[in-house]
């Protein structure tokens, strides 16, 4: 019988980009997309219940779809996976907190790349508190990328990019190891030549399907 996974995105585009990495990493496996583009926009605290809610019944969508594991790829609700896991029996896994792992296996400074304020918060204190639970101190620089969330919501990939691009080359010059949890920047990684950086930089999308694949078994 064909595996299946479940995975629940909050920008429309990450399901065919998701769906791509997916079919290359795991061609066995058959994937459910579910996607709610309004959560990205529900940011503020007293809209956190009706997030979680809103997450719960799209993960047991994706588990009555047969799911055997399921990934939220949305770095606005990687805070919430634990408030989530509960609603289904099968496993639950957040970009945001599978790259805070990686993350936590380099040494020194760590940078956060982001086009949206609540994933640099969120990314800066799950690094703080996880460093914290495993005995050690991090410090965490994070770069704001001004105006590429808006590009994207508009489908202007380029000037994202050249925004993206434009933070990451000021960033590597401040850190040791740079974590870029939003799907959209891995993208950026094409235009950008590595023989530039003296730092390891972190992407979400195949890490986290390659975690996903794993969590199936």
Wanted: charge should be negative; aromatic fraction near 4%; hydrophobic fraction near 45%.
């Amino acid at each position: 019988m064909t595996r299946k996974a479940g995975m629940i995105h909050g920008v429309a585009d990450n399901a065919g980009y998701f769906g791509r990495i997916a079919a290359e990493l795991m061609p066995d496996v058959d994937v459910v997309h579910f996607v709610d583009g309004a959560i990205p926009s529900m940011a503020a605290p007293e809209l956190r219940p009706r997030v979680i809610h809103r997450l719960k019944t799209l993960a047991s969508f994706a588990e009555e779809s047969g799911a055997e594991a399921v990934l939220l790829t949305c770095t606005a609700f990687g805070r919430l996976v634990d408030d989530v896991k509960g609603a289904v029996a099968c496993p639950v896994l957040s970009v945001l907190e599978v790259m805070v792992e990686e993350a936590l296996k380099m040494s020194g400074t760590i940078g956060v790349l982001g086009s949206h304020h609540g994933t640099l918060a969120a990314a800066s204190a799950l690094l703080t508190e996880q460093a914290s639970l495993l005995g050690r101190s991090v410090t965490v620089i994070t770069r704001f990328c001004p105006g590429a969330f808006d590009a994207v919501q508009r489908d202007d990939w380029a000037t994202h990019n050249r925004i993206v691009l434009y933070g990451l080359r000021q960033l590597v010059e401040q850190v040791d190891v740079v974590v870029a949890p939003q799907p959209s920047v891995e993208r950026v990684m094409t235009q950008y030549n590595s023989s530039e950086s003296r730092v390891p930089i972190l992407t979400s999308p195949r890490v986290s399907v390659l975690r996903l694949r794993e969590a199936l078994g």
